[in-house]
Each structure stands twice: as structure tokens, then as C-alpha cells.
């Protein structure tokens, strides 16, 4: 007989011994099973604890390389992206040359603290402590950012301080275009301090909720492209424009820094012509 | 004859002793468990499964001999016969030293079970007080015991031998 059969005999003998003696003795039996069963339900419980940590490792594996796969694909799409951006701003070199057309130059950013914010009284402003030396009466009008998108414009300038008239205030006008179909309208704050309205967008264009709101760059303050917000509803009341709600795409509640673009706005002197041209 | 035979024998000439002990002198009786002594020297010479069944029968006969909880001492002989016979495959049991600390070692854990399941039982009588005394006891006993069988194998295989060596044809 083999060492394994023998050792397997005298397990049962000894159980079965154990199990004589324990019924000899039933007020102790349960004390004694418990001391049997305690190291094996021990082992089980272990076991199983090792077995549910492998299966979430498993799961999380495959989870984190489902993820890098899609980051890997997404990375594909930009890189793509980026590379047919650099032909076209190429191109566009290389054709606006012979047209003697002069790119915008580079804009400069200043990046300001943001010292005050209300975003939900009548006034919606900021003020932006400026760097030193920077503030002035020649900072007005200036666009202001953050890293997520358009904030709002500076209105008044002294000392070292900026305010900003924000992108909700009622009387903030931004123009605006919908990404997508590059249809442009007027972005203006409401009565609801966290919703935008993009107004004198007909009713023939089509506009959906998720459509992407960015500046027009046509309003002589704001550079074209900045992100203003997201479209989150569109009614049609039988107007000949819609009613489109906008999301701003700035948290206003997380405000601690902002950028003031160094970018010359269009005179005011220029712009008063162009509106006596107009009339 | 076969080993079934020979172990049978052993345990019946080892309970008329115990026996005989008992009525003529108590105290041997309780201090030398021979008993012990049969499962180790039947496992040293034999194998697992020789010491597994030799232990357990042995055991039983003890508890049916004996007042304890029947499988008190079954399971105790058991696990010392299982024990020194798996030993006994990796040591050198032909040296005295070793095979007389096998005695000791054995007759220490059969002491220790009987001892230990008593506790956990609450069926019987605990004393642990005689455990040191019979161990050396035992000890004592089962050195020259063992000496004394392994001389006496050694006779019979001899013996066996020379039978054979006349019954050979020439």
C-alpha cells in the first residue's frame, strides 16, 4: 500500500476514533468539533479569499487593458489629427504667402489669482489680482480663460487688480458659433446663474443637445475657438430663432486661477465707426 | 510466520502481563505502559501501515483492558505507531540512542494525547503528575527491551538460515 493510501487510512482511524470519543462525551462534542472544524473552515475562508482577490485582479486586469487599448486607439486618432493639422497649418503657410496675409501673432497669457467671485447675485463679476507691475487701464476689454474654457472679460482695471464682467452676467454678450455647423449666434447670461442662452440661431439650423459652443471671434473682444459651453436643450416656439439653453464649459464654483490674453481687442474707436457705417 | 501472526501474539503476551502486573504489582502496572512500548517497537521494525494497524489495535485492546473512554488510547497508539513508523524510515533506528529517544519521544506524545483529549472530554480522571515518571519509566523499560528484540530477531533469522541450509538438497 502507498505512503498517500496509509496516510489516508490513519486520517479516517483517527476521525473516526475522535468522532467514538466525542460521542462518548456530547456535552463536549460541540467544543471539540469546533476545534476540527475551526483550522479547516479557517483554510476555506482563506482559500476563498485568496480565489476573490485573483478574480479581482483578473477583472481589473482586463478592465485597465480594455482602457489602455481604447487610450491606444484614441492616441492613434489624435496623433492622426495632429499630424493633418500641421499639413493644413503648412498649407495654409505656404498659400498665405503669396497673398502677403499675416497670420494673428502668438498670444501671450498672464496668469492672474482669482481673488472674488460671485457668480450669483445681479452683478456676476470676478476680480483677478494681477502680477505686479502688469494691472492698468489698458487691460480692459481683454478676454479672460481658464484651462477649461472662456470666463469672461476684463471690464475695469486699477492698481494691481482686474474685474471681470463673467461670461453669466446678463449683460455679457459673447459671439458665439456651434462647432459643429459652425452656425454663429450671441451667448448672453440669464436669470439662472449656471445656464447661457445662444440667441438669433434659426430655427432652421440644426442644433442638438451635446453641440459644442465656442467663440466666433467676431465680436472684436474674444479670439475665435475658445470653448464657451455645451448645448443642453433647444426649443423651437415657432419664432424664427431658438431657444437654445447652454451649459458653461467653466466650473464657477472652482475658480482659483485665470489667464488674461494679452491680445489687443479691436479699438473702441474702430468699432464705434463700423457701428456708424452701419447706421 | 507472518507479521499479523507475530503482532498478535506479542499484544496477547503483552495484555497477560499487564494483567499479571496489575494483580501482583500495581504500581508497575501503572508506571511501564507496555502497551507503548509494543506499538513503538512494532513500528520501528516495521512500516507506516504495520504502524498505523499495529497502533490501533493495540490501542483498543488497552482501552478494552482498561476503564477509559474505548478509543482513548486507539487513537493515541495510532498516532505514536503512524509516527515512529514514518521516523523510523528516515533515521538510524539501529543506533540505541536513537531508538531509545523514539521510546521516549513516543511514549512522551501517547502521555500527551491521553492526557490532552481527557482534558477536552471532561470523561475521566486527569493527572499529569506521573507523566515524567512514566515516560522514563517506559524509557528505561523499552531500551534494553529492544535490544533484547532485536537480539531475538536476530536469533530466529539465524536460526531460519540454518534450517534452510539443511533442507537444501545436495
Not at chain 1, 480594455?66 to 497649418?89: D, M, Y
Request: proline residues 4%; aromatic residues 4%; hydrophobic residues 50%.
Amino acid at each position: 500500500m502507498s505512503e498517500r493510501r496509509v496516510a489516508i487510512l490513519f486520517a479516517v482511524a483517527v476521525t473516526l476514533l475522535l468522532a467514538s470519543l466525542t460521542a462518548q462525551s456530547p456535552e463536549r462534542a460541540g467544543d471539540v468539533a469546533l476545534w476540527v472544524e475551526a483550522p479547516a473552515k479557517g483554510l476555506v475562508a482563506a482559500a476563498g479569499d485568496v480565489a476573490n482577490r485573483m478574480r479581482e485582479g483578473w477583472r481589473t486586469r482586463a478592465r485597465l487593458e480594455r482602457e489602455n487599448e481604447a487610450l491606444r486607439g484614441r492616441l492613434r486618432e489624435l496623433e492622426t489629427a495632429h499630424a493633418a493639422a500641421l499639413g493644413a497649418e503648412l498649407e495654409v503657410d505656404l498659400l498665405s504667402a503669396p497673398l502677403g496675409y499675416a497670420r494673428p501673432r502668438d498670444v501671450e497669457l498672464l496668469l492672474a489669482d482669482v481673488v472674488y467671485v460671485d457668480y450669483h447675485s445681479w452683478r456676476r463679476s470676478a476680480i483677478l489680482r494681477l502680477p505686479h507691475g502688469n494691472a492698468g487701464a489698458e487691460w480692459a476689454r481683454r478676454p479672460v480663460t481658464t484651462v477649461d474654457g472662456l470666463l469672461g472679460r476684463v471690464v475695469a482695471a486699477g492698481g494691481d487688480y482686474a474685474r471681470v464682467l463673467l461670461v453669466t452676467d446678463r449683460d455679457s454678450s459673447v459671439g458665439a458659433m456651434i462647432e459643429r455647423t459652425r452656425r454663429q449666434g450671441i451667448v448672453r447670461g440669464t436669470e439662472e446663474a449656471g445656464v447661457l442662452s445662444l440667441a438669433y440661431v434659426p430655427v432652421q439650423v440644426d442644433v442638438r443637445p451635446g453641440d459644442r459652443v465656442v467663440t466666433a471671434g467676431i465680436d472684436g473682444v474674444f479670439p475665435r475657438g475658445i470653448p464657451v459651453g455645451t448645448v443642453i436643450s433647444v426649443e423651437s416656439s415657432g419664432d424664427q430663432f431658438h431657444e437654445i439653453k447652454v451649459a458653461p464649459r467653466v466650473d464657477l464654483g472652482s475658480l482659483s486661477h485665470a489667464f488674461v490674453w494679452r491680445r489687443d481687442p479691436v479699438p473702441e474707436a474702430v468699432m464705434d465707426g463700423a457701428d456708424a457705417v452701419g447706421r | 510466520m507472518p507479521w499479523a501472526a507475530r503482532f498478535a501474539a506479542s499484544l496477547a503476551l503483552v495484555s497477560l502481563v499487564e494483567l499479571l502486573l496489575a494483580e501482583v504489582l500495581p504500581v508497575a502496572g501503572r508506571t511501564v505502559d507496555l502497551f507503548v512500548l509494543l506499538v513503538v517497537l512494532s513500528s520501528l521494525a516495521g512500516n507506516s501501515l504495520q504502524g498505523v494497524t499495529g497502533g490501533l489495535a493495540t490501542g483498543l485492546v488497552q482501552d478494552t483492558l482498561s476503564a477509559s473512554p474505548f478509543g482513548l488510547h486507539g487513537l493515541a497508539c495510532c498516532v505514536v505507531g503512524y509516527g515512529v513508523a514514518r521516523l523510523s524510515q528516515r533515521v538510524d533506528t539501529s543506533q540505541r540512542m536513537v531508538a531509545g529517544l523514539l521510546v521516549a519521544v513516543g511514549t512522551l506524545v501517547h502521555q500527551a494525547i491521553v492526557l490532552g483529549l481527557l482534558t477536552a472530554l471532561e470523561v475521566g480522571e486527569v493527572s499529569g503528575g506521573a507523566v515524567p515518571l512514566r515516560v522514563v519509566a517506559t524509557t528505561a523499560v523499552g531500551v534494553p527491551g529492544l535490544w533484547l528484540f532485536n537480539r531475538a530477531r536476530a536469533w530466529v533469522d539465524e536460526r531460519r538460515t540454518l534450517k534452510e541450509g539443511r533442507a537444501r538438497p545436495r
